[in-house]
């Protein structure tokens, strides 16, 4: 048996109720095995692979809290510190009721390649909760988000851990966590991002994962001899990254016809309304049939189904998962040329190798949306100086770094005679920076 099918067994039975992080695990290693059988030897004697897909340390912790109604309530919380090799942990805080520790592992493993390719020295990290910030009143979600830190504070720094926002955690939650951190431990320090302009908080940072995936998209479409103007692009989702995305592929001269959330999507054959859209859901926090009341021509439709609308771009943004096999072939047969994922490993393995078979370009999540750590890690750089830089300072900083990435997944891929597989590309880049540290730090 092959060192890397040994390591994924090993895995497999001792985290058998954890098949996001099988799928995550599986996806590197597999696209990895070139690499490793050159080094086997060297790796197998370093447990460099056993090393790579265990965490340094995890975390499961209570959360109580009190609702409006004067009930505890608890919630569970997750950290889990993957991989400190090329700097301090960074990864997200996802609060949504489908978190447990599988999905955040998962989120973690790929925080690690996804950190390294940014070219920055930030480790990979992840956490989160199951609880549900929809529906719930401000008070609640600061009582929440006050308990949560008071015990998050813990394992956490500026020089240890740097959490940042994802599902579910925005500015109004970065902004309470980081009140609850600066109360207990008296410090003012940057140990979160994605904070307020006012505290700490860089200039593009709202934008940097939409802005960061249509900067990727742009350079890997042009590097294969396409114009992104005037294509029509469909994207999932309505939150952050969707809306940013939408922005910026505009901005290019596309046209973004789709949008959904987890009711249903929406159809715009006149183009996304983007003004519309951020009111709609930055402002009322509202369902995706506002939109549609307002706006003639759209055309909304209940449940799933935003890959079956003809497009020539697809940019799933929305959450792990959501783009199966069935839905590649609607886009293959719809004419899609090319898909790159502004989620986290929203496309299952099935749906992207039908893709790649068909000759469909693919960016893979750990690349193509890595604008937003790496405009975390400009946050951090920022905070050490006590600095503040301008939108366009940040801004050109995220398209050096996105067009830098893309290449280094394209350098990768041809290193190893994988030509335009921007998958295997992405993981071996990420990991041939991150094993030269394994190995030179020793058995740690």
Not at 70 to 91: A, D, E, L, S, W
Not at 299 to 310: A, I, L, N, P, Q
Not at 369 to 398: C, H, I, P, Y
Request: glycine residues 10%; aromatic residues 10%; neutral net charge.
């Amino acid at each position: 048996m092959s060192y890397v099918d040994e390591v994924l067994e090993e895995l497999i039975s001792k985290n058998p109720s954890e098949p996001e992080f099988h799928q995550a695990a599986k996806e590197v290693l597999e696209s990895l095995r070139p690499v490793i059988q050159e080094n086997e030897e060297v790796y197998r004697r370093e447990a460099l692979l056993e090393r790579l897909v265990n965490p340094e340390r995890q975390f499961k912790f209570r959360i109580p809290w009190v609702d409006d109604k004067g009930n505890i309530r608890v919630n569970t919380g997750y950290r889990v510190q993957f991989n400190g090799v090329i700097g301090p942990y960074k990864g997200g805080m996802r609060f949504h009721p489908s978190v447990n520790l599988g999905i955040i592992k998962f989120l973690g493993f790929e925080q690690i390649f996804k950190n390294s390719l940014t070219g920055l020295p930030i480790g990979g990290g992840k956490g989160g909760t199951d609880f549900d910030p929809k529906g719930k009143s401000d008070r609640e979600v600061m009582a929440f988000c006050q308990s949560f830190m008071t015990e998050l504070q813990k394992y956490i720094g500026p020089d240890t851990d740097v959490p940042a926002g994802d599902i579910g955690v925005g500015a109004r939650e970065i902004g309470y966590m980081f009140g609850q951190y600066k109360r207990i431990r008296g410090a003012y320090e940057g140990v979160l991002t994605g904070k307020g302009l006012t505290y700490g908080g860089s200039l593009a940072r709202k934008e940097a994962t939409g802005y960061g995936l249509l900067y990727f998209t742009k350079e890997m479409l042009k590097n294969n001899g396409i114009d992104m103007k005037g294509k029509a692009i469909a994207v999932s989702g309505a939150g952050n990254v969707a809306i940013y995305a939408a922005q910026k592929a505009f901005e290019m001269g596309a046209k973004v016809i789709t949008v959904s959330d987890s009711t249903g999507y929406i159809y715009d054959p006149d183009g996304i309304d983007i003004d519309l859209l951020r009111e709609v859901k930055e402002i009322k926090r509202a369902r995706l049939t506002e939109y549609k009341a307002r706006r003639q021509n759209a055309v909304y439709t209940e449940g799933k189904g935003v890959w079956t609308v003809k497009c020539d771009i697809a940019l799933p943004c929305a959450t792990q998962n959501e783009l199966l096999l069935d839905d590649a072939k609607a886009l293959a047969a719809n004419g899609c040329i090319a898909v790159a994922e502004g989620a986290n490993m929203p496309s299952t393995s099935e749906a992207v190798e039908y893709l790649q078979k068909n000759h469909i370009l693919f960016g893979p999540g750990k690349a193509a949306n890595a604008g937003g750590v790496a405009t975390s890690a400009l946050e951090m750089t920022q905070n050490s100086e006590r600095l503040s830089w301008t939108f366009e300072e940040v801004d050109t900083k995220l398209q050096q770094i996105m067009t830098t990435i893309f290449h280094s997944c394209d350098s990768a891929a041809k290193k190893y005679k994988m030509d335009k597989n921007y998958v295997a590309g992405a993981n071996i880049a990420g990991f041939e920076k991150v094993v030269e540290a394994m190995l030179a730090q020793g058995a740690v």
